[in-house]
């Protein structure tokens, strides 16, 4: 079936430490590809997008067609990065409907 | 800053009974997107308008779900009769146009059903 594919729940590390987290999908094609982060009592808001391989707060990801994932990393953890991450596509053939999938998401605890 | 608007930020209701959703989208968005989130998982499309056109709504359960979004702007969505399994948080999204724009999303509804 296709989908999107975040692996940990949950990823604990501490300040400081690099942080990747996973992202699998099982679209053929060219998705277009997303992260979004919700932090503590706020809304689900979009932290990156492939198309515009721009790096915000410190954060990049990276498009591997060949192993279809779009890991998202950074080098050096925050404390304030501590948040629920998703990876979402719009699948390629959506057209211009924009439908976003999203996977289950990964909770990001960054320890002091 | 302008925000997606969403009301009630939480509805209890009995399974059976009626219940509606409200969202406000940034003013001047053509596209709002209605999605429902299961705890535990992402969110997933219910419905997706294009000013007052319906998109999208092949996830919707149609037999009690509806929606409506009449002069394009606000959008209203609706469940009846609400069943156990419909407990999610159900959230509004907006963006300037279809297509691999940012979404805008609202703080969302919880609603649980007992």
């Known amino acids: 079936a296709q989908r999107v594919t975040q692996p940990e729940k949950l990823l604990s590390v501490f300040k400081g430490a690099p942080v990747e987290l996973k992202c699998n999908y099982s679209y053929s094609g060219s998705p277009e590809l997303f992260w979004y982060v919700q932090y503590s009592r706020q809304r689900l808001q979009l932290l990156l997008r492939h198309i515009s391989r721009e790096s915000i707060k410190g954060f990049t990801a990276d498009l591997n067609k060949g192993e279809t994932s779009f890991h998202l990393k950074k080098p050096f953890a925050q404390e304030e990065d501590s948040a629920m991450y998703y990876c979402?596509?719009?699948?390629?053939?959506?057209?211009?409907?924009?439908?976003?999938?999203f996977g289950q998401g990964t909770t990001l605890q960054v320890k002091p | 800053e302008a925000e997606v608007a969403q009301s009630p930020r939480y509805k209890i209701t009995e399974k059976s009974q009626a219940v509606a959703f409200w969202c406000d989208p940034i003013s001047g968005h053509a596209t709002l997107y209605w999605y429902r989130q299961i705890l535990g998982q992402g969110p997933e499309l219910l419905v997706q308008?294009?000013?007052?056109?319906?998109?999208?709504d092949s996830q919707l359960p149609k037999d009690r779900f509806s929606a409506e979004r009449l002069k394009g702007v606000d959008s209203t969505l609706k469940i009846q009769p609400a069943e156990l399994g419909d407990s999610a948080m159900y959230l509004c999204?907006?963006?300037?146009?279809?297509?691999?724009?940012?979404?805008?999303f609202g703080p969302g509804t919880r609603l649980t059903v007992t």
């Open positions: 999204a907006s963006s300037p146009a279809a297509g691999p724009y940012e979404q805008y």
């Open positions: 308008f294009q000013d007052e056109s319906v998109v999208d």
């Open positions: 979402a596509l719009i699948p390629p053939g959506s057209g211009n409907t924009g439908k976003l999938i």
